[in-house]
């Protein structure tokens, strides 16, 4: 694909391989590709170079990239993930509202109820561990350099709310956030405003009258 690339820069590109086979110069492209399981499987850019091994390649944590040279010699290396900027604060949100929340709702725990007839601990134990690998996440996204005073520089965006959401929740299964110094630095910071606060699931009406 590079050389295809290269080629279709003209001459440019054709003298770039004649400079290179000839060893009078070398040119060399590098991009990092983060990959993921799908579109929004955040929680699996976390694996390991070793896990993504053993999977194999059908497992879908891949992504593409692009590479394009144009006649004046100008190199652009497109890839299909970005976690920087807006995109931050997404990844962020969605960690929580798509990857994990949705596997912990009271549907999916009386689905494991009444269809697997599992009993409370293991449905506790269900809702544990889908809590754990998000804030594992959420972690690992946090220690980047787009993350300020909250979770997106200094300004309470959406990915605050969900981290709030994710953060009373963990308190409500047992889950311990200490791990998660990240995490919980910017959660304590929420909590200590007023309409979070407010706004915490347990002081809801109908809310249990205690985790």
């Known amino acids: ?97 798509c990857d994990s929340h949705p596997l ?18 293991t449905r506790t134990k269900w809702c544990q561990h889908w809590h754990l690998a998000a804030l594992t996440a959420l972690e690992a996204h946090l220690q980047g350099p787009a993350t300020g005073r909250y979770c997106h520089g200094d300004t309470i965006t959406l990915a605050d709310i969900c981290l709030a959401s994710q953060a009373a929740g963990a308190k409500f299964f047992n889950v311990d956030t200490a791990p998660f110094p990240n995490f919980s630095r910017i959660a304590n910071s929420l909590a200590a405003i007023d309409a979070f606060a407010r706004a915490h699931p347990l002081k809801q009406p109908g809310a249990p009258a205690a985790a």
């Open 104 to 121: 912990i709702v009271p549907r999916v725990r009386e689905y494991l109820e009444h269809e697997f007839k599992l009993d409370e601990a």
């Open 1 to 97: 694909m590079l050389r295809a690339a290269i080629c279709g820069a003209g001459h440019w590109g054709t003298r770039l391989i004649e400079s290179v086979q000839g060893k009078s110069g070398k040119i060399g492209f590098a991009a990092v590709v983060e990959p993921a399981m799908s579109n929004m499987g955040y929680l699996s850019t976390l694996m390991t170079a070793q896990a993504r091994e053993k999977a194999g390649p059908k497992n879908g944590a891949v992504s593409m990239a692009r590479v394009t040279i144009d006649p004046l010699g100008a190199v652009t290396v497109t890839a299909d993930v970005t976690v920087q900027g807006q995109s931050h604060e997404t990844v962020l949100a969605q960690i929580v509202a």
